[in-house]
């Protein structure tokens, strides 16, 4: 029985350390007023083709998309390019298809149907060119990590020189809102970095948010259609709860007049 008390303080112990550990670890990420919070939140059109811009500029040449299609440029509740648009950005593209009739690969313009051209051919390639790290894929990356859309936002926005004491190794970047502070990926926004087609100005938060929203975007193609089915489902409760309401009222009327 004493082994077992032991054993239980011992546990309690380890638990109120590793919770303290993390309290002092956790960090507040950077907020921003995003257009597709709440019930009735909706992307913003402007920033979401801004956020392409900015992912096909600067982060497309290593982090693949490969659960995006171009056609979805076009859909409805995205970026909502122009199908001639959409068109022109795939043909903008190489695409390796085949093979032949002479059993040869090939290249071609990109179509609608085609998924977001790769940037490497496979992952050792990818290694390879970033020093042993494999750059994350973007499509549902919003998702996969702690913090969402806040997340990312902040990291973007989270390189700065490593405080007095801390030395970091050849290739390594000091973030404050990266897990350990230590991240591989090299600062990759400064201010003016793109000129965007609206004119908008492309500082680092603004392009932050831009490609934020656009990787929730790619995370979370059905967002709208699902807030809209949302609030249609809360009205239609609403209505049935007062028609049950009033229906059992009448009810238990008819049964207090026949007592």
Request: hydrophobic share 40%.
């Amino acid at each position: 029985m004493k082994n077992f008390f032991k054993i239980l303080l011992l546990i309690n112990f380890f638990f109120i350390v590793s919770s303290t550990s993390n309290a002092a670890e956790k960090v507040e990420y950077l907020k921003t007023d995003w257009s597709f919070k709440g019930l009735f939140g909706k992307f913003d059109r402007g920033s979401l083709q801004r956020g392409y811009q900015v992912y096909t500029e600067v982060c497309a040449a290593c982090h693949s998309m490969k659960y995006v299609s171009y056609r979805n440029l076009a859909e409805k509740g995205g970026p909502e390019f122009s199908v001639e648009q959409a068109k022109a950005i795939a043909a903008s593209f190489e695409v390796t298809d085949g093979p032949n009739a002479d059993g040869e690969m090939f290249t071609r313009p990109g179509k609608l149907s085609d998924k977001f051209v790769m940037p490497y051919e496979n992952v050792k390639a990818a290694q390879a060119a970033n020093g042993g790290a494999y750059p994350p894929d973007m499509s549902v990356l919003v998702k996969a990590r702690g913090g969402g859309a806040n997340y990312i936002y902040s990291l973007l926005q989270g390189y700065e020189d490593p405080p007095i004491g801390i030395t970091l190794d050849e290739g390594v970047h000091y973030n404050k809102y990266m897990y350990g502070n230590k991240i591989k990926m090299a600062n990759p926004l400064s201010d003016g970095l793109v000129e965007y087609a609206d004119g908008t100005n492309a500082s680092v938060e603004q392009m932050s948010k831009d490609v934020t929203t656009f990787l929730m975007w790619t995370a979370e193609p059905h967002l709208e259609a699902r807030h809209r089915m949302g609030f249609k489902a809360v009205v239609y409760l609403i209505i049935l709860t007062i028609l049950v309401y009033f229906s059992m009222k009448r009810i238990w009327s008819r049964i207090e007049t026949e007592v």
